[in-house]
């Protein structure tokens, strides 16, 4: 009798732990969102499909994580201005919806770049027709969304790495006071919204000061800039920490909201720094070293990487206002696809199959 009740003692303390550890395990991952909520907005890029909600388990996700959108390409020129005098705000008016439904914040992105444009704007030779262009297009998008909106970058990638001004259609044909235009026709057509700049590299001294000289210009000028944005496409253990910290400052010692908007850290090899879309790199096996897998040993590295920034954003949550990851996990991130197309890339915090990595891990400790 005294063995039978040691056999139903043990069952039920097997069965009790068992049905511990299945409840543990299935407890809600924490949201970065809440995680921050008293430091920062946490943001993410959604793609068309995501826009579209085609997988209720990537959307549910979505919900749960982030307070702060931005289209990935939806709003850019090429796709919501595609032809001369015709505009398809189908998607952007489904992630505005999308962001209402869920109270989340959405940022445009982007009303003026070099990149991305519609054919026929390449094509134009006429300073005048430009103009027409440029004067048109910020107007007719600005205003739909104005109230809508948190905020646009307004002017996206206007600098060369030594902080001279790139040269591109706009600056060609419009002269280099295009940026400060750029802001003055945005803050008439959106007068709710803040109005950001937003660069690549722009964390580093050369490219900080050609921005901070684009700021100091448009402020001169009595027109509004209410932020800036340092994208963060940074590279694993060559995060510039130094050099982000005294942009931040530099940044906010003009008046300015500073938000860490494109975040990602790659792993994989490249013999170059920035995010130039136009960049290419012939494909190489030796350029795709993690095709079947990532070592643990990478992503610890890269876990140490997001924590120290983090540390670093934290310390200045007085300055920051947002912090976005440039995609909502590893299998969408642009960084499969560039500069070496086809790569297997790691870049964010949760793995293809939505699962917490190391780096989410490590970010969310800084607040236990």
């Not at 001369?84 to 992630?95: E, K, M, N, T, V």
């Not at 505005?96 to 982007?110: F, P």
């Not at 790139?166 to 044909?173: A, G, Q, V």
Request: net charge neutral.
């Amino acid at each position: 009798m005294r063995n039978l009740f040691y056999v139903l003692l043990a069952s039920f303390f097997f069965l009790s732990c068992s049905a511990q550890s299945k409840n543990k395990g299935s407890q809600p991952l924490a949201g970065l969102k809440d995680v921050f909520s008293n430091d920062f907005l946490i943001g993410t890029a959604l793609s068309a499909e995501q826009i579209r909600q085609t997988n209720p388990k990537e959307s549910e996700f979505i919900r749960n994580q982030f307070n702060a959108l931005t289209a990935e390409n939806i709003m850019k020129s090429e796709i919501i201005h595609p032809e001369w005098g015709r505009y398809d705000f189908s998607l952007a008016d489904q992630i505005l919806e999308l962001s209402k439904k869920d109270n989340q914040k959405l940022i445009g992105h982007t009303l003026i770049w070099h990149s991305q444009l519609p054919a026929y704007v390449r094509q134009l030779k006429n300073a005048d027709s430009v103009k027409m262009f440029f004067e048109e297009h910020i107007h007719t998008v600005a205003s739909r969304y104005d109230g809508k909106v948190l905020g646009w970058d307004v002017v996206n990638e206007a600098l060369n790495e030594d902080g001279t001004m790139r040269k591109t259609i706009f600056l060609d044909k419009l002269g280099p006071d295009y940026v400060t235009e750029a802001f003055r026709l945005a803050q008439k057509a959106t007068p709710n919204a803040e109005l950001y700049y937003n660069d690549y590299n722009n964390e580093q001294p050369k490219k900080r000061a050609g921005c901070i000289e684009i700021i100091k210009k448009i402020q001169a000028a009595g027109v509004r800039i209410d932020g800036v944005g340092i994208q963060g496409h940074w590279h694993l253990g060559k995060v510039p920490f130094k050099d982000i910290e005294e942009s931040i400052e530099a940044y906010a010692a003009l008046g300015l909201k500073v938000m860490i908007t494109e975040l990602d850290i790659e792993v994989l090899p490249r013999n170059f720094s920035g995010a130039d879309v136009n960049q290419r790199v012939a494909s190489n096996p030796s350029l795709n070293p993690y095709a079947n897998g990532i070592p643990d040993s990478i992503l610890q590295k890269q876990a140490k990487d997001y924590e120290d920034l983090f540390r670093l954003f934290l310390k200045h949550k007085d300055k920051i206002s947002r912090v976005t990851f440039w995609g909502v996990h590893d299998g969408q991130s642009w960084l499969n696809g560039w500069p070496v197309r086809g790569r297997t890339n790691y870049p964010l915090v949760f793995d293809r199959n939505l699962q917490p990595k190391p780096s989410y891990d490590a970010i969310i400790k800084l607040k236990k």
